[in-house]
Nanobody, 128 residues
Framework: QVPLVESGGGSVQAGGSLRLSCAAS?????????MGWFRQALGTEREGVAS???????NYADSVKGRFTIYQDNAKKTLYLLMNSLKPEDTGMYYC?????????????????????WGQGTQVTVSS
């Protein structure tokens, strides 16, 4: 497992933006690797939001396509999730996940079972 620490959550009005960060110094030494953002609303199961591989390929859940962007800064060893046009249904705890030696980004890259390393989560609340 690799250590992951999320930050950047907060409260925002609908239509606003937030950028989440995930400090992930351990994963960038592996090739290949897969990283992802997941979210969990109260009373629901955790769902995959976006994923990215070591070569920069990405995959997004249909619900966030065109609004969210996942990207990484290898020099800073940090994963990001830029969230624009936020909606109340985007509210939830957001988690960063990583898996060394895993390719990306087929549909399975958004499956919780693909990842063994998880951060503690950061809360995002979108009000209408």
């Amino acid at each position: 497992q690799v250590p992951l620490v999320e930050s950047g959550g907060g409260s925002v009005q609908a239509g606003g933006s937030l950028r989440l960060s995930c400090a992930a110094s351990g994963i960038f030494d592996y090739r290949p690797y897969s990283m992802g953002w997941f979210r969990q609303a109260l009373g629901t199961e955790r769902e995959g939001v976006a994923s990215i591989g070591d070569r920069g390929t990405t995959n997004y859940a249909d619900s966030v396509k065109g609004r969210f962007t996942i990207y990484q800064d290898n020099a800073k060893k940090t994963l990001y999730l830029l969230m624009n046009s936020l909606k109340p249904e985007d509210t939830g705890m957001y988690y960063c996940a990583a898996e060394p030696f895993a390719s990306c980004c087929s549909a399975s890259s958004l499956w919780e079972s693909k990842y063994n390393s998880w951060g503690q989560g950061t809360q995002v609340t979108v009000s209408s």
